[in-house]
């Protein structure tokens, strides 16, 4: 039997954008970004209040549809709890629709604020694996999703569900990222979203496709952690940005542009934002002019830490 929230009661989430797959770790590898989302959650004695400033304020619903109060009912759930009413108040950072994972954000911090609330009501809060298999859940993988819930690069699976008919196991493991790696995130104007991209990429591929991403991917694990030298080669993937290309011609060319001048490009997720990865300092100037000539909001970034949260309202730095 679920017990009852009280009333007046606050918690605050904070948690990172992420870019997932890295080039060939489709749906397996990811990388939380230093861009933040903060999610306020207050309980009142009825109702449903919704407030977004920031990235997506005007677009998004403001009613129990939005991801954030699903996540925070799908929380509720899985502690034994209920809400009386809620305030829940977001203050995003993420872009929308990039490929900068922003609904894996929204869902990892909804289930964070639970942690918040529920502690104060005296239980203990969702651990990392339980956060990670929720928040995939929502998003059908795990590598955005593990990457908010860890922070820094993840290595993320997907393993049979325990008793048939429940949900696949969702699993994630942190590794180290080299401390030489440099980070550059490219965001353009154009709007993407991994359902239309998804389309995109054919049921099935040949053995010799496979066999080159896998290779790829082994070979990422070693550039990211120990060998930044090899990133030209580890971020090579035939099995779905080239399937993608056509959907975000100036991604695409962008990408191809940042690789000739030695950046390890790649689509963040399912883009239609670009990742660079290298280790040395800065871009290239040709490739900054490209960027700001072509509509993208080019950055340098950090390596984002993973989802906190808190009792009470706190304000973000």
């Known amino acids: 039997m679920s017990q009852t929230l009280p009333v007046g009661i606050a918690a605050t989430s904070v948690v990172a954008a992420s870019s997932a797959n890295l080039g060939p770790g489709f749906d397996s590898l990811g990388l939380a970004l230093s861009l933040y989302d903060e999610i306020v959650v207050e309980t009142t004695e009825s109702g449903l209040q919704v407030e977004v400033e920031g990235q997506g304020a005007g677009q998004v619903p403001l009613d129990a549809t939005h991801l954030v109060v699903r996540a925070i009912e799908a929380g509720l759930r899985a502690t034994g709890y209920t809400a009386p009413g809620l305030i829940v108040r977001c203050r995003n950072d993420i872009p929308h629709s990039r490929g900068l994972g ?23 809060p969702m651990g990392e694996d339980q956060l990670i298999q929720l928040a995939s859940e929502f998003e059908g993988h795990p590598d955005n999703a593990a990457a908010a819930v860890l922070g820094g690069a993840v290595v993320s699976w997907t393993g049979a569900p325990r008793v048939s008919g429940e949900q696949p196991r969702y699993a994630a493991a942190q590794v180290e990222l080299h401390p030489d790696i440099r980070l550059f995130s490219a965001v353009p104007q154009q709007r993407s979203s991994t359902a239309e991209t998804r389309v995109l ?7 010799v496709d496979a066999r080159f991403n896998i290779s790829r991917v082994a070979l990422l694990v070693v550039a990211l952690t120990e060998r930044p030298d090899l990133l030209m080669d580890a971020t090579e993937d035939v099995l779905h940005q080239p399937q993608r290309a056509a959907a975000m011609p100036a991604s695409s060319e962008y990408l191809g542009i940042l690789r000739r001048y030695g ?22 100037a040709e ?31």
């Open 102 to 124: 922003s609904s894996a954000a929204a869902v990892v911090g909804g289930l964070a604020a639970v942690n918040g609330l529920v502690t104060q009501a005296g239980s203990e």
């Open 201 to 207: 990429l054919p049921e099935q591929v040949s053995h």
């Open 263 to 284: 950046v390890a490009a790649v689509l963040s997720g399912a883009g239609p934002s670009v990742l660079g990865l290298s280790f040395q300092a800065g871009l290239p």
């Open 287 to 317: 490739a900054l002019q490209y960027g700001t000539a072509n509509g993208f909001t080019v950055r340098e970034m950090s390596v984002g830490d993973g989802v906190r949260w808190m009792s009470g309202v706190a304000v973000r730095n």
